[in-house]
């Protein structure tokens, strides 16, 4: 598996270098890429309004003496308006394996399913980069040591560094949490969150994004990290390859604190 994920990562890195040196045009121009950030894009917002939308897809099948598919996608979509910022995520992944049975035949099981939910309303304040927002999301894993989780939390958010090629925002704020482990068990309770994002414009065609979010409950500290490296194909289409890791510190026994997914993508802007 790490040599799969140093793999995926090289050749992101060398379709980067490759695009850098073709490709005139500005990464900033497309919509930005982010995860739980609600961020205004570069160009004017027509008529008061518009929708930023983004659709990704990857896929991997094997066969031979290793059998199995996992395909992983995720849809972006947001709405700017002049005071108000909103953003809808959806993700989903799964993975089906083809295992040998007692009996010499073959059969496939399912090893992975998780899908999540997102929705974010952002009101923009006076000072530009400010917001307050509110935000709720679900995820149900099957087989993770949370099979389902949700959390609605509301806060403020800044941007701490604005530059022609990098921006940092952060967030900050109460809410409250419950889920179900696969134990069966219940648990909820209030939480603080804190969220920050950096995204750096690396070439006219590249751009790399860090974003972690951390929420600490009562029983439980939920935190996801993504570190993701963009790179333009054309108008509308870019690669993307990202790394990402689940965490969370009250797990079952025989569960594993963290959950980790590379994954190598094409992204479609529309």
């Not at 991997?60 to 598919?69: L, P």
């Not at 953003?87 to 010499?104: C, R, S, V």
């Not at 399912?110 to 307050?132: I, M, V």
Request: net charge neutral; charged share 20%; proline share 3%.
């Amino acid at each position: 598996m790490l040599m799969k994920s140093l793999s995926l990562f090289a050749l992101a890195l060398a379709c980067a270098a490759q695009a850098a040196s073709a490709a005139p045009d500005d990464i900033a121009d497309s919509a930005p890429s982010s995860t739980y950030f609600t961020q205004a894009p570069n160009k004017p917002i027509p008529e008061g309004s518009n929708w930023y939308t983004s659709a990704e897809l990857g896929a991997i099948s094997t066969s031979g003496n290793t059998s199995g598919t996992s395909v992983t996608g995720k849809i972006d979509a947001r709405h700017e308006m002049n005071n108000w910022s909103n953003e809808y995520i959806a993700t989903g992944y799964f993975k089906e394996d083809e295992i040998a049975n007692d009996d010499g035949s073959r059969s496939r099981t399912r090893s992975a399913q998780r899908y999540s939910l997102s929705a974010k309303a952002a009101y923009k304040l006076l000072e530009d980069g400010n917001r307050a927002f509110v935000l709720g999301s679900h995820v149900n894993d099957k087989f993770g040591a949370y099979t389902r989780y949700s959390s609605m939390s509301v806060g403020y958010g800044t941007q701490l560094l604005r530059r022609e090629d990098k921006t940092v925002d952060v967030e900050v704020g109460p809410g409250v949490f419950h889920g179900v482990n696969s134990a069966g068990g219940t648990e909820a309770g209030m939480t603080v969150r804190g969220a920050a994002q950096l995204r750096w414009r690396v070439s006219p065609s590249a751009a790399f994004s860090q974003t972690v979010s951390v929420e600490r409950g009562t029983s439980n500290m939920h935190s996801i990290a993504e570190t993701s490296l963009s790179t333009k194909i054309n108008g509308t289409m870019q690669m993307k390859a990202a790394f990402s890791a689940r965490n969370d510190t009250n797990v079952p026994e025989e569960k594993k604190n963290t959950d980790t997914q590379t994954s190598l993508t094409l992204v479609y802007s529309f």
